[in-house]
């Protein structure tokens, strides 16, 4: 063998002279290849992560962003979604998950809460440029992210570096005077990659619209006004670095800021000409992880400042306030026989509030403890979970059981079952935010809930379907009280279920559909003959969203078709939103690869349908908007070995 080995060995020596040399082999040149390096996998933050068995769905930013869109239009094709829209780019903008208040949903930024307990988290506050994607965990979520997760969490993850040099820019502007522009870099960075973007918006707002102050009568006194004082301007920055450290960690780092200003033009019946909004945020997260051969470790330090200033209007003098958050949370995660991993999550933050007249504090420290059983080769996964959370005075217990079963052939049934709770934030409790006047009296409400899904998925076409149920106590909403204000109150028991289906296929490389249809029933049970099993104010019962996008890669056709049903404003069912239709159209062209240039046309609303929103926000009309994107990027090369 040895001797065997050494002529081998002799045989693969180069040549050293001509006298010795063999005639040389032609050899071949193989062009160099794109290598596209690896996507990161997801933090233990994701909900793909921390709660698989849970109802999520998941919309790429990418796809969207030649077309005019925003984060709350994203979000609008997620079924089970409400959003609250106070009208225009740039307004108040918040999001209801199965029923649950706004107040109720965690929003979070890479992990990161974006909002104090309790508080709205407002997504025109959220810019399109800095998502890569955004994760929806629809149902209660507290036994896997804590307190405040009644209806569900959303993750908003923002974009990556990807390694190697690449330049972007793009800007779009179109009716009322709405304009946009961002641009970043990426590339390698001291022995990583790092990512810095800037963007920034504008708008005036001024849009038409049609007014009835006589509604209740049958001769038609409708008039056209102009929306004002309806004007927002924003600006802010994303800045991400990731990189291998010694010993196997990684390290990723996220510094994020946006600032805005904008008016408040108040209801149509109520225009407030003179109120303004302001707000700076600055969010920072510093992410360490470890994988083990089995086992996983990650810490994520946080913190992020939010000031807020009211000024004007009814406001008179700036009213200006400081929320604060700073915090870690630890995870591991350890598997044993392949067949049963044990999770373990420890949280410890602060929060405080500074602002006129009241400046509550408070700690949050929560435990949870997660188990998973995988059976039959990981076909079926099991789960149970338990979270004790202390929010300052209020304590909150949240179990958990989920089970996960891909029964084959592409299909997959969820299912889950069990409680969550959420203590009034300081917003509720002490502080006036705009238009919503706080209440010392709230309690915190607590909900159990069930839901079960079935799941379709192969290369041509991803499906499911599913229902839930919820029962809450002491369910915390609004309630309008005229002529501008609102207040949170105590339900003493409700009622929320419904059915959710969506879809998406792709039968041919030029063709994708996708359509999304809820069902929501919601019901007070409050023992009062007034309210009793009447419907839950701001939760339409109907919700379909549908778009098809036709052509090949460099020219694309899409049209969106959102419905809404009517939606009643009080717990009497005596003031209603009516329901609303809304067509949007578009085309994408590719002009150039390399660098990339795209050429994007959007239409806005094209029916021109004329509807309102929350307690009488007018919505824009029939608006029209370009988008021009470039993009280069320097081929990251491997080079084939010769023959």
Not at 462 to 478: C, K, Q, T, W
Request: proline fraction near 7%; glycine fraction near 10%.
């Amino acid at each position: 063998m040895p001797r065997l080995l050494l002529l081998l060995w002799l045989c693969a020596l180069p040549a050293w002279s001509e006298d010795t040399a063999a005639p040389a082999a032609e050899t071949v040149e193989l062009p160099a290849v794109q290598a596209p390096a690896p996507p990161a996998p997801p933090p233990v933050t994701s909900p793909t992560v921390r709660d698989a068995s849970g109802a999520i769905s998941t919309v790429e930013a990418a796809p969207e962003k030649g077309r005019a869109a925003d984060t709350a239009s994203l979000l609008s094709r997620v079924p089970s979604v409400v959003i609250q829209d106070a009208g225009g780019w740039g307004q108040r903008k918040t999001l209801s998950l199965r029923g649950a208040s706004p107040n109720a949903v965690l929003v979070l930024l890479d992990g990161i809460p974006l909002e104090g307990t309790g508080a709205n988290a407002d997504l025109s506050r959220i810019p399109l440029a800095i998502i890569d994607k955004l994760e929806v965990l629809k149902g209660a979520a507290g036994a896997r992210y804590g307190a405040g997760g009644m209806g569900g969490v959303l993750n908003v993850v923002t974009r990556s570096p990807q390694g190697g040099l690449r330049l972007f820019i793009d800007g779009s502007y179109g009716s009322f005077a709405t304009g946009t522009l961002s641009g970043g870099a990426s590339d390698s960075l001291l022995g990583g990659d790092g990512l810095l973007l800037l963007h920034a918006q504008k708008s005036n707002g001024a849009f038409s619209f049609t007014f009835d102050d006589t509604p209740h009568f049958d001769k038609d006194n409708a008039q056209r006004r102009v929306r004002e004082n309806n004007d927002a301007q924003a600006a802010g920055g994303l800045l991400r670095y990731r990189r291998a450290l010694p010993r196997g960690f990684k390290i990723d780092v996220l510094l994020e800021g946006f600032a805005d200003d904008r008016g408040i033009a108040g209801t149509v019946q109520n225009p407030t000409p003179d109120a303004r909004a302001a707000s700076q945020r600055g969010t920072a997260g510093l992410r360490l992880g470890r994988a083990f051969e089995k086992g996983q470790f990650e810490l994520l330090a946080f913190g992020r400042v939010n000031h807020s200033q009211l000024r004007g209007g009814l406001f008179g003098d700036a009213l200006g306030q400081f929320d604060n958050l700073a915090g870690a949370e630890a995870v591991y995660t350890q598997l044993f026989a392949e067949r049963h991993a044990l999770t373990a999550v420890l949280t410890a933050a602060g929060e405080w509030l500074l602002t006129r007249g009241n400046q509550p504090s408070w700690a949050r420290l929560s435990a949870m403890l997660m188990d998973e059983l995988f059976l039959f080769d990981a076909a079926l996964t099991l789960n149970g979970s338990v979270r004790v959370d202390r929010t300052g005075p209020f304590t909150g217990f949240s179990p958990k059981l989920g089970a996960q079963w891909a029964v084959g052939k592409g299909f997959e049934v969820k299912g889950n079952i069990g409680q969550a709770h959420r203590p009034p934030g300081f917003w509720e409790l002490y502080v006036m935010q705009g238009f919503l006047m706080p209440n010392p009296g709230l309690r915190p409400e607590r909900a159990l809930y069930a839901d079960a899904a079935v799941a379709f998925k192969n290369e041509l076409a991803e499906v499911s379907a599913g229902a839930f149920i919820s029962l809450y106590e002491d369910l915390i909403s609004y309630e309008y009280y005229p002529p501008l204000l609102a207040r949170p109150y105590n339900f003493q028991a409700a009622q929320v279920r419904g059915i959710e289906v969506e879809g998406k296929i792709t039968p041919r490389p030029w063709l994708t559909a996708q359509a999304s249809y809820t069902l929501l029933d919601s019901r007070n049970l409050k023992d009062d003959a007034r309210y009793y099993l009447r419907e839950l104010p701001f939760r339409p019962r109907h919700r379909v969203f549908t778009q098809l996008v036709v052509g090949p890669e460099w020219l694309t056709v899409h049209g969106d078709v959102l419905y809404q049903s009517e939606q009643f404003q009080n717990r009497t069912e005596t003031l209603v939103l009516p329901a609303r239709l809304f067509l949007n159209a578009g085309a994408t062209a590719r002009l150039w690869r390399q660098p990339a240039v795209h050429f994007s046309v959007e239409f806005k609303n094209l029916l021109d349908a004329q509807s309102q929103d929350i307690d009488g926000y007018p919505l824009p009309p029939r608006a029209v908007y370009v988008t021009l994107a470039l993009a280069w990027e320097r081929e990251k090369k491997t080079d084939k070995p010769k023959n």
